[in-house]
Structures are given as C-alpha cells and as structure tokens.
C-alpha cells in the first residue's frame, strides 16, 4: 500500500517539476535570452534548440501583438 502512494506522490512531485521547468522555459523564450541560456544553466540541450526557441518566442509575440491591435 505505501508503494503505491510513493508512486503516486513521485508522479505528482515529477509532474510539478516539469511544469515548472515548462514554465521557466517559456519565461525565458519570451524575454527573448532563450540564447544565452544553453551556455549557463542548461535549459536547452543544444544552442540550435535555444535559437529555436528564441524564434518561436518572437513569433508568437508578434502574433499576440497583431492581435491585440484588431
């Protein structure tokens, strides 16, 4: 029985934890450092990935912005 509740509670701790880090990386992608992340702290596996995101990041802040403007 407490096997079971272990796991339960490691699911939930392992599921807190990637949304934080979800969270951390679209933080990061939105303030536009996505590149200079890879180099400190690993967030990104790769700098191509960071770039990426950094792209991705832009994108959708210039769609959020042509929105908000209709």
Do not use: P, Y
Request: charged content about 35%; some cysteine; proline content about 0%.
């Amino acid at each position: 029985m407490a096997d079971i509740q272990h796991k339960r509670v490691a699911m939930k701790l392992k599921q807190a934890c990637e949304e934080t880090a979800a969270q951390a990386i679209a933080a990061t992608t939105a303030s536009g450092q996505a590149s200079r992340i890879h180099g400190k702290n690993r967030k990104f596996g790769s700098r191509k990935e960071a770039m990426q995101q950094k792209i991705a990041a832009a994108k959708a802040k210039r769609e959020a912005k042509e929105a908000a403007e209709k």
